[in-house]
C-alpha cells in the first residue's frame, strides 16, 4: 500500500502516565497490499467514517507511540477510492486524563452547531471522552464534541465538552446521523451501554444539546458487552421506494466464531424507536454461547443471530456517513481483541478489512444484508487464470494460479458440488495451507487455518469456522480476496461473509480445487489486484 505518512508530533500531555512498550517481532514483511495500516502504530475500531468534498476520511482507534493497545487517540487517514490510503497526523489526540475512543463524524452543512460559520461550516467529531486521572470526570465515559474548519485534516475540541454525560462508565461509542421527521431535521444520535447490552437513543437540533429517545437491547446475542453500534435506512427490495433500517451492534466476547464479533438487526425506526423484524429475533430470546443449555444449543442458537462476518476478524463494523453510490459502505478492524495485541507483525500491528458495499436482499427467512469488496478496478494483464466447465476429478486437485508476493489475489468460483466434499486450499506449500471446505451434506462452508503458517503466537488464533451456505439453483459461487495476512471470503454474492487473518510463511503460494466425481467448475477467474 502507498503511503504519504506525517508522522504525529507528542499529543499528551502527560508523558509519564503513558504505557510506551512497544513489542516486536522478527518476522518478514506482512503489510497488506490493499487493506489499511498505519505505518508504525496499533490500530483499532474505525472511527468517523465519512464522504467530504472527494475524500473518504478513515479516523481510527490509535496508539501513537507503540503497537499494542494505549493512549486512545484519533489517528487518519484519507482516500479517494477506498483502497489506496494516505496516512496523516494524529487528528485528535489524548491528553490531561482524557482518552478519545471510538465515534463518528458528520458535516454539518447549516451550522447547526455553531461551531463554524454560515459560510465556512465546519465538520464535526462526535466522540466518547472515557476519563481517567488527574481529569474531575476520572471513571466515566461521556460524548464530546470536535470541530474541523479545514475539511477534516486538523480538529479544535468544543470548550463545554462534554454535551452529554449519564454518569456511566460505560457509555460510549456514539454514531449520528441527520434524521427527518415531520416536524423537521434533527441529528440522531445511537450510542451503547455497554455493559447493559443496550442501545440508546438521542436528538439534537444543535449537536450539543440532547434530548433522550429510547433504548433497544438485550436481544440476540449478549455473552459480551455491546459496542460501536450503527442505524441507517437501505432501499426496501420487497417495498420499490420504501426503506428499512439496519441497527448494527459490535459485541465482544460472544462473537459466532468466538472472541469479538458483529450482529445487525433489520427493521423500522419511527423517529423515535427502532423496532427490529419478526424474522430478525431470535424465538427463545438473547443467547449466551456460555449460558444454560436448552432444547437448541447456545451454538446454535448463536449461528442463529444475523452476522455481519462469520470469521474471527471482523469488528468494530460502522459505515461511512454521506458516501456516494448506492447501499452503504461499511468497513470494519480486521482483528480479535481475543489475540489482538500479539498478532506477528512489526512495526504496525493490525489493519482494516476491506470496505464492502452492502444492501438489503430478499430471502426466504426475511430481508438480510449482502456485502460486495470494494476492490480497485483490474486493468489489462491482470487476469491470471480462467477456466470453464470443468469436470472435477477425485482426488485430483484442480491448479489454481499462485498467489504473487507483490499484490493481492481474487479468485472467483462458481462450482455445481456432488455429494462429496469441495476442498479449496490456500497459500499451499505441500503441508501448510488454509483450507476451505464446503460439505454439501450438512450444507456448511468452513475456514480451517489450524494449519495455515504462524499460528503459534497465541493459544486461541488456530481455528476453523463454519457457517451454513446454501447453493442457489445448485450453485456454490465464492468470491475470495487473498491479501498477504487474510483471507476474505464472499459467498453466494456476499449473503454470507467470512474474514480470516492468516499469516502464511515463506514458499507458500500454491492453491488447488478438489471435488468428488461428479462435480464440476461452472467457471473460475484468478485477478491480481493492486
Not at 37 to 56: E, F, M, Q, R, V
Not at 70 to 93: C, K, Q, R, Y
Not at 278 to 306: I, T
Amino acid at each position: 500500500m502507498p503511503f504519504n505518512v506525517s508522522m504525529p508530533h507528542n499529543p499528551c500531555a502527560s508523558l509519564d502516565t503513558l504505557d510506551l512498550t512497544r513489542v516486536r517481532f522478527e518476522t518478514p514483511d506482512r503489510r497488506p497490499v490493499l487493506h489499511y495500516t498505519a505505518a508504525s502504530t496499533w490500530l483499532n475500531d474505525p472511527n468517523g467514517l465519512i464522504y467530504h468534498h472527494g475524500l473518504y476520511h478513515l479516523y481510527y482507534q490509535n496508539n501513537p507511540f507503540g503497537n499494542v493497545w494505549g493512549n486512545m487517540s484519533w489517528g487518519h487517514a484519507t482516500s479517494v477510492d477506498l483502497v489506496h490510503w494516505d496516512e496523516h497526523a494524529v487528528a485528535i489526540p489524548c491528553e490531561d486524563g482524557e482518552a478519545i475512543f471510538s465515534g463518528s463524524a458528520v458535516f454539518d452543512a447549516r451550522n447547526t452547531s455553531r461551531l463554524g460559520t454560515a459560510e465556512q461550516p465546519p465538520l464535526v467529531a462526535i466522540y466518547t471522552s472515557a476519563y481517567e486521572a488527574p481529569h474531575p470526570l476520572a471513571g466515566r465515559q461521556a460524548q464530546s464534541l470536535a470541530y474541523s474548519l479545514d475539511g477534516g485534516f486538523t480538529w479544535t475540541k468544543f470548550a463545554g465538552n462534554p454535551v452529554l454525560d449519564r454518569a456511566s462508565s460505560d457509555f460510549r461509542d456514539p454514531k449520528v446521523i441527520r434524521c427527518q421527521d415531520p416536524a423537521g431535521d434533527f441529528w440522531l444520535l445511537v450510542a451503547v451501554e455497554a455493559l447493559e447490552r443496550k442501545v440508546v437513543l438521542y436528538r439534537s437540533e444543535n449537536l450539543r444539546d440532547w434530548e433522550f429517545l429510547s433504548e433497544f437491547g438485550p436481544a440476540n446475542a449478549i455473552g459480551g458487552v455491546w459496542e460501536c453500534p450503527d442505524l441507517f435506512p437501505l432501499p426496501d427490495p420487497e417495498r420499490p421506494g420504501r426503506q428499512k433500517w439496519v441497527l448494527l451492534v459490535n459485541l465482544n466476547p460472544g462473537g459466532v466464531a468466538g472472541g469479538s464479533g458483529g450482529q445487525y438487526f433489520v427493521g423500522d425506526f419511527d423517529g423515535v424507536r427502532f423496532t427490529p423484524d419478526h424474522g430478525s429475533l431470535l424465538a427463545e430470546g438473547p443467547v449466551d454461547a456460555d449460558g444454560p443449555a436448552s432444547d437448541v444449543s447456545p451454538a446454535r442458537r448463536l449461528a442463529d443471530c444475523l452476522w455481519l462476518d462469520h470469521g474471527r476478524d471482523c469488528y468494530a463494523t460502522v459505515s461511512f456517513d454521506s458516501a456516494p453510490g448506492e447501499g452503504r459502505v461499511l468497513i470494519g478492524w480486521m482483528s480479535n481483541w481475543d489475540y489482538a495485541v500479539q498478532t506477528p507483525t512489526d512495526p504496525w500491528r493490525s489493519g482494516m478489512t476491506l470496505a464492502r458495499r452492502a444492501a438489503l436482499v430478499s430471502t426466504p427467512d426475511g430481508l438480510r444484508l449482502a456485502q460486495q469488496p470494494v476492490l480497485p478496478e483490474s486493468g489489462a494483464g491482470q487476469r491470471l487464470q480462467r477456466a470453464r466447465d470443468v469436470a472435477l476429478e477425485p482426488g485430483e486437485p484442480f491448479a489454481l494460479a499462485d498467489f504473487p508476493d507483490d499484490a493481492a489475489q481474487r479468485i472467483r468460483l462458481a462450482v455445481r458440488p456432488d455429494a462429496a466434499p469441495l476442498t479449496l486450499r490456500l497459500f499451499d506449500d505441500g503441508e501448510r495451507a488454509a483450507v476451505v471446505r464446503y460439505s454439501p451434506e450438512e450444507g456448511v462452508l468452513s475456514l480451517d487455518r489450524r494449519s495455515s503458517g504462524d499460528v503459534a503466537f497465541h493459544e486461541k488464533f488456530a481455528s476453523v469456522e463454519r457457517v451454513r451456505v446454501a447453493p442457489s439453483d445448485g450453485v456454490l459461487r465464492l468470491d475470495i480476496i487473498l491479501d498477504r495476512g487474510s483471507v476474505e471470503i464472499f459467498a453466494q454474492d456476499g449473503l454470507v461473509v467470512l474474514t480470516d487473518l492468516v499469516f502464511r510463511g515463506p514458499g507458500q503460494v500454491g492453491a488447488s480445487l478438489t471435488g468428488g466425481a461428479g462435480a464440476v467448475l461452472d467457471s473460475l477467474e484468478v485477478d491480481l489486484l493492486s
